[in-house]
């Protein structure tokens, strides 16, 4: 639909004839989604938390990915774009079922090969995480991340989880730190520490 006016929309889409698959089947009406291996569970199940802050993550890196013109950096970010969807699909199957993709050690390394490519030397405090745009999206992609990571643990807790979800997140949020970092010498930004005045 076309929204022409305050009282008037236009049915618009595929013309006459066409079919097209529609985007709601009402089953999650009543606060159920479906999760493989599992049938039907709760939208609050801790499970579904975590799905949806990896799609919200992944959103932000999308945002994220706008902004930065560094070849290098881009060419990570689509890769981890990639790799979250594995990540998704290992948290929805429970351990046991069959035919889902899994986050492996493989997977984890290439994270860890990825921090070692963006050199920042030590850092010993943390930075305020402000600046240019580019800047500021990798920090909060980076906060998202460790959110991710906090839902994937509460889960570990309750139910079996392939371990390297837990790792793999775990350095996403380190590799998004460091980038942002990186990104704040290559814009010959002072790094601003937090004074901690009362």
């Known amino acids: 639909m076309v929204h022409r006016g305050?009282?008037?929309?236009?049915?618009?889409?595929?013309?006459?004839?066409?079919?097209?698959?529609?985007?709601?089947?009402?089953?999650g009406d009543t606060g159920t989604t479906a999760l493989l291996g599992r049938g039907r569970v709760r939208k609050d199940d801790p499970r579904i938390e975590a799905l949806g802050a990896i799609d919200e993550l992944n959103a932000a890196l999308g945002?994220?990915?706008v902004s930065q013109k560094e070849?290098?950096?881009?060419e990570v970010f689509m890769t981890v774009q990639n790799d979250l969807?594995?990540?998704?699909?290992d948290l929805a199957a429970p351990s046991g079922t069959r035919g889902v993709p899994r986050v492996d050690r493989d997977v984890v390394e290439r994270l860890e090969v990825a921090i070692e490519g963006?050199?920042?030397?030590?850092i010993r405090e943390f930075v305020i995480p402000r600046g240019s745009e580019a800047l500021v999206r990798l920090h909060?992609?980076?906060?998202?991340?460790?959110?991710?990571?906090?839902?994937?643990?509460?889960l570990a807790s309750a139910e079996d989880l392939n371990p390297e979800v837990l790792r793999y997140l775990n350095?996403?949020?380190s590799l998004l730190y460091q980038m942002a970092v990186w990104v704040q010498g290559r814009e010959r930004r002072k790094r601003e520490r937090p004074s901690y005045r009362r």
């Open 6 to 27: 305050p009282a008037e929309w236009v049915p618009c889409g595929p013309a006459a004839g066409e079919r097209t698959a529609k985007l709601y089947t009402r089953r």
């Open 63 to 65: 945002l994220a990915l």
């Open 71 to 74: 070849g290098k950096l881009r």
């Open 85 to 89: 969807f594995t990540v998704g699909a």
């Open 118 to 122: 963006f050199d920042v030397g030590e």
């Open 140 to 154: 909060w992609a980076r906060a998202i991340a460790r959110r991710a990571e906090r839902a994937a643990v509460a």
């Open 171 to 173: 350095r996403l949020s």
